[in-house]
């Protein structure tokens, strides 16, 4: 079945360093890419998408690029700040009978120091 | 725009009670999903509805079931509870589902 792997956390950093979370997927056709952000006591929050090979999302200074020949879709970030700890949900979907039921990583968890 | 509201935002209950979570999606929003997240099994998806109807089902018994309203609104309904059913369920809704989902803040169920 479709799946998705991310790395596991939790990753700590200091302000300012560069991010990269990994993420992989096994689908079975041709999927839509996500990124999703859960802050402590809150839902999912859509971060960004991709939804044919080679597209980069982008949003809030994060960037994913959907790599169909290495399916992946590694979420990255320049510069993080202690605001963007959080848990980061890779996920996919697939059209099935109208429906796209997203498909999660078991999620990663980004610690920030100052 | 109001996002996805979750009612209750806590919930209580003991082991062989029932429980009915209630879920308003986004304005316009016909698809609304269903997940358990738990920090052994992460996010698990329990079913969606789509204009009332039951579009899809996830890999849960029986006690778990869900319906949705001619507005959109959705409920879940657990009976039987278990001390395995404690867990934040998580309501989501879209237009189509392939531009992505927007959840609510969940609903923390703790069963003793």
């Known amino acids: 079945g479709d799946s998705v792997t991310q790395m596991e956390g939790p990753v700590t950093l200091s302000e300012e360093a560069f991010l990269t979370i990994n993420c992989t997927y096994t689908?079975?056709?041709?999927?839509?890419l996500f990124w999703y952000v859960q802050y402590p006591g809150e839902g999912l929050q859509l971060l960004l998408k991709?939804?044919?090979?080679?597209d980069k999302g982008s949003n809030k200074g994060f960037e994913a690029t959907y790599r169909k020949e290495t399916t992946s879709f590694h979420l990255e970030k320049g510069s993080v700040q202690v605001s963007d700890s959080a848990v980061y949900f890779c996920?996919?979907?697939?059209?099935?009978?109208?429906?796209?039921?997203?498909?999660f990583g078991r999620g990663t968890s980004l610690i920030v120091h100052p | 725009k109001a996002g996805v509201t979750q009612t209750p935002r806590y919930l209580i209950k003991t082991r062989g009670q029932q429980v009915t979570l209630s879920c308003s999606p986004i304005?316009?929003?016909?698809?609304v999903s269903w997940y358990q997240q738990t920090p052994g099994q992460g996010l698990q998806f329990l079913f969606e509805?789509?204009?009332?109807?039951?579009?899809n089902k996830g890999n849960f018994p029986g006690r778990f079931s869900g319906r949705q309203f001619s507005n959109s609104r959705s409920e879940m309904n657990v009976s039987t509870l278990e001390l395995g059913d404690s867990a934040l369920y998580l309501c989501?809704?879209?237009?189509?589902?392939?531009?992505?989902?927007?959840f609510g803040s969940g609903t923390r169920l703790t069963v003793v």
């Open positions: 989501a809704s879209s237009q189509t589902g392939g531009s992505g989902y927007t």
């Open positions: 689908a079975t056709g041709y999927p839509s």
């Open positions: 991709a939804t044919k090979a080679d």
């Open positions: 996920a996919l979907t697939l059209a099935s009978g109208g429906s796209y039921i997203p498909t």
């Open positions: 304005s316009g929003h016909r698809s």
């Open positions: 509805y789509f204009s009332e109807t039951q579009r």
